[in-house]
């Protein structure tokens, strides 16, 4: 073995160690808190692009809230396939299986990216008629158009970083994700206002630019991305990968599958809510487009310990560490009750003032603060849904977390929504208002009970090997 395989080797194996044996509470928090910042940068492309897009006008930002339910729905595709690839490998390296998870890494990325080219044609095509199906005035399609049509073009490059950074945190690197989020969010924030107002003598692109700027940062980071897992020698381009491919996406397929699902019933939700409030108006559009960017900022550290239990619960499955899964889940639990309180008290007090920050259109302002003040009652419920969905993949059950997103975005939310609608005739903004915070409760309370009872039985089906037998740890911590 040359000296460049030695070293991966070597930190391979000192991360599967560190996953299997350090104390639990440690490995939660060095696993989620780099999270917590890449995901902040995340979340801050959007908050980014609402804030320069409001600058541009009231029905510019209207248009943007009708992308939403479709950015979300086309980026589903890539946390899906980054949750199913994420469980398969890890589980794979919790297993000693490091051959199997290098195929499964490669195999993941090369479907992901035909995937993609082939779902951006697609779009291309029968854009107009999504958005009006979701009820978009026609007068908003060209503003639209301007940001969609850059978006669909680069859609690769939107959705490979996603399953990269999944792919890197199943081999128990938090920090390398976190950074390279960090620095697209910084790219986007810094390139976005002179493609987007024309500053300095560069080109006035509006809603466009905006687009644009997410493109170009997420290139850069998708090149740094494949170089890291390229030097940790993680990725393979043997004749056997090829050989392999149709069985490695299966496996993959069946987690990422149901992960994908269970994501896509969050844009599937969102539209039928874009659809019934378009009825009171676009200011109620812009105004739960503004809410709900403010309401995932806050959402950011129970989205950073989902996507940081997601390897911890691979590898102890695979190593069969059935004691460290149920200390996993005191913590988790613990950590959704605290922030979902502290999240609820910023929410309520400041709802409307942070809604200020993004548009000067008290209409919209006020929708926004009567939003997150709903949804600041359920926000506990939230915590434990996200987190739960986290465990249920790797744990070797993703049908029930698709499961638990149905429930919650279309039965829960959608579904109250609409009855609240049609059937005792409340107002639309009043109705879905009330849906978003009794959804994340009752999928919250019925995520938490499933995970107690199936962290009884984790499903090793998938793995064809037994894991390779490691020397007992001297005073191993649990």
């Known amino acids: 073995m040359s000296g460049t395989m030695a070293r991966a080797a070597f930190s391979i194996g000192d991360r599967r160690?560190?996953?299997?044996?350090?104390?639990?509470t440690k490995v939660l928090f060095d696993l989620s808190w780099p999270m917590s910042l890449g995901l902040f940068s995340v979340i801050a492309i959007n908050v980014t692009d609402t804030f320069y897009i409001g600058r541009l006008g009231s029905q510019e930002?209207?248009?943007?809230?009708?992308?939403?339910?479709v950015i979300f729905g086309m980026s589903a595709i890539s946390i899906g396939m980054g949750n199913g690839g994420a469980a398969v490998v890890a589980r794979?390296?919790?297993?000693?299986?490091?051959?199997?998870?290098?195929?499964?890494?490669?195999?993941?990325?090369?479907?992901?990216?035909?995937?993609?080219?082939m779902l951006a044609i697609i779009m291309l095509q029968v854009s107009d008629a999504v958005f009006l199906a979701l009820g978009a005035p026609r007068e908003l399609l060209p503003y639209i158009n301007q940001f969609m049509t850059i978006w669909y073009s680069g859609l690769p490059l939107l959705v490979l970083p996603i399953v990269l950074n999944g792919l890197?945190?199943?081999?128990?690197?938090?920090?390398?994700?976190?950074?390279?989020?960090?620095?697209a969010a910084v790219i986007n924030a810094v390139v976005s206002p002179f493609i987007i107002f024309g500053l300095f003598g560069m080109p006035e692109l509006g809603m466009a630019g905006a687009a644009l700027a997410t493109i170009i940062a997420r290139?850069?980071?998708?090149?740094?991305?494949?170089?890291?897992?390229?030097r940790a020698d993680l990725i393979t381009a043997s004749p056997s990968v090829l050989r392999s491919f149709l069985p490695c996406i299966a496996q993959v397929l069946r987690y990422g599958a149901p992960a994908f699902l269970a994501q896509l019933f969050s844009p599937i939700g969102s539209a039928i809510i874009t659809r019934l409030l378009a009825s009171s108006g676009p200011e109620a559009v812009a105004g739960f487009a503004v809410g709900a960017r403010i309401e995932a900022l806050v959402l950011i550290p129970f989205f950073a310990?989902?996507?940081?239990?997601?390897?911890?619960?691979?590898q102890n499955v695979g190593a069969h560490e059935d004691m460290r899964l149920r200390l996993a889940e005191r913590n988790v639990w613990a950590f959704a009750a605290l922030w979902g309180g502290v999240g609820a008290v910023v929410l309520f007090a400041f709802g409307g003032s942070l809604a200020s920050l993004f548009t000067e259109n008290?209409?919209?302002?006020?929708?926004?603060?009567?939003?997150?003040?709903?949804?600041?009652?359920?926000?506990?419920?939230?915590?434990?849904?996200?987190v739960a969905i986290g465990v249920?993949?790797?744990?070797?059950?993703?049908?029930v977390a698709m499961g638990m997103n149905a429930l919650r975005c279309v039965v829960a939310y959608a579904g109250l929504a609409t009855l609240g609608v049609m059937v005792f005739q409340q107002s639309p903004v009043e109705a879905v208002f009330r849906a978003a915070w009794l959804s994340y409760v009752i999928a919250g309370l019925a995520s938490a009970l499933l995970v107690r009872f199936l962290l009884q039985r984790p499903n090793r089906s998938d793995l064809k090997t037994t894991p390779e037998k490691q020397p007992a740890a001297v005073g191993r911590s649990t």
């Open 17 to 24: 160690t560190r996953l299997l044996e350090q104390p639990v």
């Open 61 to 69: 930002l209207a248009a943007i809230g009708f992308c939403f339910p």
């Open 92 to 117: 794979a390296i919790g297993a000693g299986q490091e051959d199997r998870a290098k195929a499964l890494i490669t195999s993941t990325l090369l479907f992901v990216l035909i995937f993609a080219l």
């Open 168 to 183: 890197i945190r199943a081999a128990g690197e938090a920090k390398v994700p976190s950074g390279l989020m960090v620095l």
């Open 219 to 230: 290139l850069v980071i998708t090149v740094m991305a494949f170089t890291w897992l390229a």
């Open 305 to 314: 310990l989902q996507t940081g239990i997601t390897p911890f619960i691979g």
């Open 362 to 386: 008290a209409a919209i302002v006020a929708i926004s603060d009567r939003y997150l003040e709903a949804i600041s009652l359920g926000l506990w419920g939230a915590g434990l849904l996200f």
């Open 392 to 399: 249920f993949n790797p744990l070797g059950y993703p049908n």
